[in-house]
């Protein structure tokens, strides 16, 4: 029967499951010490091709070029049970200096990756850190705890990290940026930007973010430029602070809603306190003649418009 | 028997992922074995399944993409992957299939959430979220706390496998996470139906999924 079938092989897989991480974890136990080797390898690939790379500790530096080649350089320490892997073709190559059990302690793999500029690449570390540059592909890099920086002009980037800092300075057409504890920092030019932190300080820098949303669970929310004339942002906070470094010159139009927290501004704006049965505030108004649309929901912490200059 | 897809192909070829040649020998197969062709279609099914968890959990007013779109594509990039052959292909699998297996695992058990929780809206049980919120803002509320929940059951029987760096991330995170949501339950306690209060829960509830879906995708390796 196709039902016994089904039955026996996801209880095989779920048995493997539970089987597999003490197995691991002896194997890597019994293992012997792990062997330098330097890398100096080219791979061709089309130039819209994909790379993946795995990096548990150390770090994964990727600049992209104008050659269909990846050229991977290095210093890897491979474990005596061969966990390092390169390979694949014109389509793809993959490359990975992995344990199966990413809890354990490893020596850093360094890793400095060329591949074509307009390359698809994917980036998954436990806690090396993640530098892309001179890159215009897509890009989704994704860490325990190592850093992620990238710069240039990527078409879209997924960047996650849970507790290494994030900075992007590109100018990109989406990014989706997400840490627990990290801090990020974002400036360029961005079509459409999402980023989220539990408790890292999130700091926007710039006047060039067409849709943006910047979320915070306890931890504040800093941004520094003016808000462009089409531009629609988003600010949420539980209990970390939003503030708003504007130009004297600014222009857009607000709208602030507050439990528990309180608005300041250096504008002296005429705002519009909204009266209502619910318990809050609500504060709309407009800096100039207006423009951009900028939303903000607080729960508890302070909103201040700053005004430089 | 030894003569059937093996596991891994039958993930490739329902993922999609499966080189040409392969596939078409996994397809001559399956034409004339019933095991099989079930077994792919199962697996056909969860994916099928999975794309709909895409799908917002907040009302359409708050609609944010990819929930789950990093785990989709854990094991196919960040586009598709398709036709792509590894020269260590034993090598290769053998990551895949774990990475693969453990994102199964994971998602299957807030599929298992997902389907509970509209089954019984069909049956028209009350909602088991009893916070007085806004009414657009319940059924959310209760697919959050059911995918939530789960996500944190699969990632307590997993911890010895975390790092201690990532436990501790975690486990504050989950701290600063948990307190802002009592603050904000008790506001609403006490302001029943306001819908800013909703919306701020929601949002909060949306970064603890997130963050435990980034805690599971680290602990299988994806």
């Known amino acids: 029967m196709p039902e016994t079938r089904r039955g026996r092989r996801t209880s095989r897989a779920r048995a493997a499951l539970a089987a597999a991480a003490p197995a691991a974890a002896l194997l890597l136990a019994a293992a012997p010490a792990a062997a330098q080797r330097k890398l100096n390898e080219k791979l061709a690939l089309r130039p819209d091709g994909f790379v993946r790379i795995h990096n548990l500790a150390g770090s994964v530096k990727v600049t992209g070029w104008d050659r269909d080649t990846v050229a991977v350089t290095g210093v890897v320490y491979e474990p005596a049970n061969g966990e390092w892997v390169i390979g694949g073709s014109a389509e793809g190559v993959k490359m990975s200096a992995w344990s199966s059990n990413p809890g354990s302690a490893v020596q850093p793999t360094q890793l400095d990756v060329r591949v074509p500029r307009n390359a698809q690449v994917w980036i998954k570390t436990a806690s090396a850190d993640i530098a892309v540059s001179e890159f215009s592909g897509s890009l989704d890099v994704n860490s325990v705890t190592g850093r992620i920086t990238v710069s240039g002009s990527p078409r879209e980037v997924f960047a996650e990290t849970m507790g290494g800092a994030l900075e992007v300075d590109a100018s990109t057409r989406a990014l989706r940026a997400r840490t627990a504890s990290g801090d990020i920092r974002i400036r360029g030019a961005i079509r459409e930007v999402t ?78 306190v909204l009266a209502g049965k619910l318990k809050g505030q609500e504060v709309n108004f407009a800096l100039g003649n207006g423009g951009g649309q900028v939303t903000v929901l607080s729960f508890k912490g302070r909103v201040t418009l700053r005004r430089k200059g | 028997m030894s003569d059937h897809v093996s596991d891994e192909q039958l993930e490739e070829l329902a993922a999609g992922t499966l080189a040409a040649d392969a596939r078409a020998a ?107 919120l806004a009414a657009e803002y319940g059924a959310a509320a209760a697919r959050y706390v059911a995918a939530t929940t789960e996500l944190e059951q699969f990632l307590d029987e997993r911890r010895a496998d975390l790092s201690q760096e990532t436990v501790q991330i975690l486990d504050e995170s989950l701290r600063v996470i948990d307190r802002a949501l009592a603050e904000a339950k008790e506001a609403i306690d006490a302001d029943p139906g306001n819908t800013n209060l909703s919306r701020m829960l929601m949002a909060t509830y949306e970064k603890k999924l997130g963050l435990l879906r980034s805690a599971a995708q680290g602990q299988a390796g994806i």
């Open chain 2, 26 to 132: 996994a397809e001559r197969h399956l034409s004339g074995c019933e095991a099989c062709r079930a077994q792919a279609a199962s697996l056909r099914t969860l994916l099928a399944d999975l794309s709909a968890l895409r799908g917002p959990i907040l009302p359409a007013r708050d609609l944010r993409p990819d929930i789950w779109r990093a785990i989709d594509q854990a094991d196919a990039g960040p586009a598709d992957s398709r036709g792509l052959e590894w020269p260590r292909r034993a090598e290769h699998t053998r990551f895949r299939s774990r990475g693969w297996l453990a994102a199964a695992a994971v998602l299957l058990v807030a599929v298992t959430s997902v389907l509970t929780w509209q089954v019984a809206s069909r049956r028209g049980a009350p909602e088991s979220v009893t916070l007085p």
């Open chain 1, 195 to 272: 980023a989220t932190t539990v408790s890292g300080s999130l700091t926007i820098e710039g006047d060039h973010f067409e849709r943006g949303t910047f979320e915070s669970v306890d931890s504040d929310i800093h941004y520094f430029g003016n808000v462009g004339r089409t531009s629609v942002l988003d600010f949420q906070n539980h209990g970390g602070a939003i503030e708003f470094h504007l130009p004297a010159s600014a222009s857009a139009e607000f709208a602030i809603t507050t439990y528990a927290g309180g608005f300041d501004d250096q504008f002296g704006v005429r705002a519009n």
